[in-house]
């Protein structure tokens, strides 16, 4: 297969952010596929248009287009649209394609995904990562209706437009399906573990506790990600709290950056608990999450307590499970039921932070639970969401799409796993 690729935010192992669609495109390759992707380049550049890149046999097609979690929300749409009209050209001068992958967010890119697709007369096939516009309306971010109108409309043109659809999760799916889309064009492929990378390095954790002094042997509770309002960070600095509150032993350290962050920092101090048991540092490259993992007692995730936040394929989910970290959960949805099926970390949903902190620091001073819920957590990996079983799933749609074969997609992955 020749593949168009569109992803704005593509991030490689040597950035800070999800990989999910290197890691897929690396396996494309593997595989034999030829993939060009389309995304952009975020940083300071001397390029001022496209430039290209050849990543482990990718072929990457950077656009100059700054973006940070720390822009206004006018600003991020702006970024959004430059992109779109940047890439629809760029796309659609691939003319000897067989099919182009586009994956949100932003929903945005299904613009020059759609355009090329009727240009080059090739079917697409859109990946869901999030119910774009459903979140940005219920956090508030997005207000306008004549704004919520045409982002509405925007979401139901992508869909209309897609030959089979891939959601990160049964929830999403349903998102999905209540647009009236047929189900059996879409297949659920989640964020995945990567078995190999993240598995669990002794020599690795001593190393990275050894260059954190105020951490020795103490258990830790690690949060890896964005600062940002849908993540509520800030719920670390109360469990913080009642932690000191109780005299324990666990130490909570946040690595990320984020429009909040200054925010959570003030809390922090606020609180007293900044520098004490709370620790924060900044966003590090993906290759270094292994160590920090190994080096971790339990790993979180965490969102407000919305409704359409939990559907959401969190990537540090996934990689806590290949690292046979347990994972903390604050929210629920399909990966709360998961962990309480499983038996392979803590969730905590809509419970007390009084609680949580004393159930916490009970089961990370306790060696037996810790190692009964880290095997619980590699087999989960191993067995449901393996990267290469998952990048399988996605080339068998593409591939069915290519041949106009999508009345079967859902059957390919149905999003079943409890």
Known sequence: MKILYLHQYFKTPNMSGGT??????????????????????TDKTEHSNWFHE???GIDVHWYPNAYDNSMSFKKRIESFIKFAHAATKKTASFKSSDIIFATSTPLTIAIPAVIASKLLKIPMVFEVRDLWPEIPIAIGALKNPALKLVAKKLERWAYKNSSAIVALSPGMKQ????????????AVIPNSSDNFEMMHDDSAAAQFRKEREWLDDSPLLVYTGTFGKINGVGYMVSLASELQRLNSNVKILLVGDGAEKPKVIAKAKSAGVLEENLFIEPSMPKKDIPALLSAATMASALFIDLPEMRPNSANKFFDALASSTPVLLNYGGWMHDLVQQHSCGLAMWQQPIKLVAEQLNEVMNDDEWLKQAGSAARRLAEEEFDRDALAAQLMSVLELTIQGKTNNIESIAAGEYL
């Open 20 to 41: 999910r669609s290197y890691e897929m495109a690396k396996r494309m390759v593997a595989a034999g596929h030829e993939v060009q992707m389309i995304t952009t380049w």
């Open 54 to 56: 050849k990543i482990d």
């Open 175 to 186: 998102g999905i399906l209540n647009t009236k889309y047929p189900s059996n064009q879409v």
